[in-house]
């Protein structure tokens, strides 16, 4: 409960009171991940860009170094 409690507090203190949060629920385990990587070509950098899914969703990428591939 005072885990719980902590939450809370610290949601009501970064969004106000009835904010949003990034939380995806205790379910999360459940959910299809899926990581894959690519080699750009776009520029002189030739970066590797790695990419996670959630559930079909994008919620990562990074590698990139000309910022093409920022989320």
């Not at 409690?5 to 959910?31: M, Q, V």
Request: charge should be negative.
């Amino acid at each position: 409960m005072g885990a719980i409690g902590a939450a809370l507090l610290a949601r009501e203190y970064a969004y106000g009171n009835g904010g949003t949060t990034t939380f995806r629920g205790f379910d999360i385990p459940n959910f299809d991940y899926k990581t894959s990587s690519f080699d750009c070509d776009k520029c002189p950098n030739q970066c590797e860009v790695v990419e996670v899914r959630m559930n079909e969703e994008l919620i990562a990428r990074w590698g990139g170094r000309c910022g093409r591939w920022d989320l």
